[in-house]
């Protein structure tokens, strides 16, 4: 006599194998994107025992001996790892707090500009710096704020040949301003698109209805537009919430000089520096696993809040 468990798991089993037989070209195509996934996202996930040892080339991996947490006990001992935290998180709440309203109020001027010619020709634009590699991007502003650059030259032509330029970059405290607006001028515009595909999904009849009754462009906005697009902005802010604890390393290492480094170092560019430079990869695994279940954790809190009082969620 059979089982109600097996029962139930043969008409599953049956419908799995009916699905892979309908839809089998669709996952052939989608296969080569799975393996990529678990080649480069699941596979190095083995690398964690890294955190648990203490790792020794010569030996090996199973070879090196177990030390169980003292790695995370390690590196929140250390005081540069300290300051990298909240170096981190400082850089972080600057970038999602200060920068998430950007792309909105771009997004909603898009919306708004009727000369179909304008408005594509400043979208090109502002998308523009997005294609630009973080390279290329660090090397402009280094090429601004240069002793010799246009910053200085107008700087000299406004306060006079007597003026003394110095480089805004080599002092710590202008860094995080730097990478903000570097951040906010690279990503900006490509990140509107989001938010205008979502204004765009708003029924126009209740912009015709809002200006019969006299509703002006600002009203419309704050009681048409906004809540039409509450949604995006709960899900965008909630997955936001998982970089709290992540920083552009590209961004940052590229911005870092020797009169800054000291002053400006992040979790990602303390792994980088005690990972490989250094050849410490127990200490830099144990910390990165640390960051990665922290922002876990950040992105589930920030969903189940949203789920309560917005009643919006990612899942």
Request: proline share 4%; hydrophobic share 50%.
């Amino acid at each position: 006599m059979k089982t109600k468990k097996a029962q139930a798991i043969k008409p599953i089993s049956k419908g799995l194998m009916r699905n892979l037989k309908d839809h089998k070209y669709a996952y052939l195509m989608i296969l080569p994107a799975m393996i990529a996934v678990f080649v480069f996202m699941y596979l190095p996930m083995l690398g964690l025992i890294f955190a648990f040892k203490d790792y020794d080339m010569y030996k090996g991996v199973m070879d090196s001996p177990w030390v169980g947490l003292n790695n995370f006990i390690l590196i929140f001992k250390q005081p540069a790892m300290v300051k990298a935290i909240l170096n981190t998180l400082e850089l972080s709440i600057v970038n999602i707090l200060g920068g998430y309203p950007f792309p909105i109020v771009l997004a909603i001027l898009f919306n708004e500009v009727w000369n179909m010619k304008f408005k594509k020709v400043v979208q090109t634009v502002s998308y523009l710096p997005h294609f630009l590699s973080m390279v290329s991007v660090i090397g402009l502003v280094y090429a601004l704020f240069a002793t010799d650059g246009p910053v200085a030259h107008a700087l000299t032509q406004i306060f006079g040949a007597d003026y003394k330029y110095e480089n805004i970059l080599m002092e710590a405290d202008n860094f995080v301003p730097i990478a903000f607006w570097t951040s906010i001028w690279k990503n900006t515009g490509w990140n509107s698109v989001l938010f205008l595909a979502a204004i765009t999904g708003i029924d126009p009849a209740l912009y015709e209805a809002a200006t019969i009754d006299g509703a002006g462009k600002l009203r419309q906005i704050w009681h048409i537009t906004l809540p039409g697009i509450r949604t995006t902005m709960v899900i965008v802010f909630v997955m936001n919430m998982g970089g709290l604890f992540a920083s552009s390393f590209e961004l940052v290492y590229g911005l870092q000089n020797v009169s800054t480094r000291e002053e400006t170092e992040v979790i990602s560019t303390m792994i980088y520096r005690s990972g490989i430079q250094q050849g410490n990869y127990s200490a830099a695994t144990a910390f990165g696993l640390t960051n990665g279940l922290i922002t876990v954790t950040l992105i589930l809190t920030a969903n189940a809040i949203s789920k309560k009082i917005a009643e919006v969620s990612i899942w």
